[in-house]
């Protein structure tokens, strides 16, 4: 949201929609019935299954889930160009010539774009002014391990994530558990859960989840 209107990547039906919270009025911003990846305006643009997305209040970023791509949307004009990502890969780069494998969740700090990339067990970065894409954390092999550098930590299909500003969490899908990452130094640690994927109510690594998908902040707290 960008306070006035909701944004929702239509799954299925292939579409970024709008909602305008006062009224309830639902339009298509861009993308159509019929999968594709083409770059083009609006309802001329089409995407295969977007899941993530996230705003800047100018732009709309999405995570192009099958074309392994991260699309932007000029929110004024519904222009939509590819950001970052080609074909299905995980190699760090600049814009197209960079790879992604499933991109699931994706939040910003306003400078950066932070992408769970679900198929290769890893968080990517992207400088949006550049298109340049880096590992932040993650090897590219599933596991749950909690190290500093981020690059030897391991995640297990992470799929929500979002930012404070200063850390980033993530829901770690099929390991059961919500993820810290700390931005400047992308040091990984647990803050909650462990791999029972049950639902028990109690503090950090006692707590348990099964199968957490979304997440969000208030700065404060974490849903």
């Given at each position: 949201t960008d306070g006035t209107n909701l944004y929702v990547t239509d799954t299925n039906?292939?579409?970024i929609r709008q909602i305008v919270i006062s009224t309830g009025v639902v339009t298509t911003?861009?993308?159509q019935?019929?999968?594709g990846s083409t770059d083009a305006t609006g309802t001329s643009a089409s995407f295969y299954k977007p899941y993530g997305i996230t705003t800047d209040g100018t732009n709309l970023y999405v995570a192009d889930f099958g074309n392994h791509r991260i699309r932007k949307i000029v929110i004024s004009t519904g222009v939509v160009t590819t950001l970052a990502g080609s074909s299905q890969g995980s190699s760090d780069g600049t814009g197209t010539s960079a790879t992604f494998d499933e991109p699931y969740g994706i939040t910003t700090d306003g400078t950066?774009?932070?992408v769970a990339e679900s198929g290769e067990h890893k968080i990517?970065?992207?400088v949006i002014d550049n298109g340049t894409v880096t590992t932040l954390a993650g090897t590219?092999?599933?596991g749950n391990e909690d190290t500093a550098p981020g690059t030897s930590a391991r995640f297990y299909r992470p799929q929500g994530i979002t930012t404070d500003g200063t850390n980033l969490y993530v829901a770690d899908y099929s390991n059961h558990r919500i993820r810290k990452i700390v931005i400047d130094n992308g040091t990984?640690?647990?803050l909650?859960?462990?791999s029972t994927g049950s639902t028990d109510n109690v503090t950090g690594t006692s707590a348990s989840f099964k199968n957490p998908r979304g997440i969000t902040t208030d700065g404060t707290n974490l849903y």
């Open positions: 039906n292939h579409r911003i861009a993308g019935s019929d999968n950066n774009l932070y990517r970065k992207i590219g092999s599933q990984v640690t647990t909650a859960g462990s």
